[in-house]
């Protein structure tokens, strides 16, 4: 997958000049860059063009939810933005990017979190298991698609918001932290 692939695979679910397209492009573009700096900073051996497309590809599925905040006028609950674009990606033969989709949620999300809290997902764990998915996964708490998608939050702004979801998912963000920052 070459480096503008992403933006075919976009575009086809996106209209071109569209408000929705520019900040997830704008979005997933600082997702992108924090990715690799981080990737930088740890000396990381990953595959550098894989974690740009995935994390480029990382919210495709964001058009087909309710939130209209950010310019989405679907009906499915925001929730669902990951298993709905792992499922676009895997009809277009993209797995490993389809697995990065349906795991950066949150920290990560388990069975037990998912059917206890009664979120409209299958109860299985969307956790990130390869250093890829966990590397766009913390990435990706950086920024918001709300407010200024450019602005990166602070670590401790990010730790506040992880926690709002449970100890469980605080650590699961703090291991991340630690694993990317030794």
Request: negative net charge; contains cysteine; glycine residues 8%.
């Amino acid at each position: 997958m070459h480096c503008t692939m992403h933006y075919e695979l976009i575009t086809k679910y996106y209209e071109e000049g569209s408000a929705l397209l520019d900040l997830l492009l704008t979005h997933s573009e600082m997702v992108a860059r924090k990715a690799l700096a981080v990737a930088d900073a740890a000396r990381l051996d990953i595959d550098r063009d894989f974690v740009y497309n995935a994390a480029m590809l990382h919210d495709i599925g964001i058009f087909r939810c309710d939130a209209p905040g950010i310019y989405c006028h679907g009906v499915e609950p925001y929730i669902r933005h990951g298993v709905i674009g792992g499922e676009l990606l895997r009809q277009e033969g993209l797995e490993a990017y389809a697995r990065v989709c349906e795991r950066h949620t949150g920290s990560g999300l388990t069975a037990k979190e998912i059917a206890e809290t009664g979120m409209p997902l299958p109860h299985v764990d969307f956790l990130p298991e390869t250093l890829e998915e966990k590397l766009i996964c913390y990435a990706d708490k950086f920024y918001s698609k709300s407010g200024d998608p450019k602005e990166e939050k602070s670590l401790e702004r990010v730790r506040h918001s992880m926690s709002k979801f449970g100890p469980d998912s605080l650590a699961r963000f703090d291991a991340l932290h630690a694993l990317f920052n030794v």
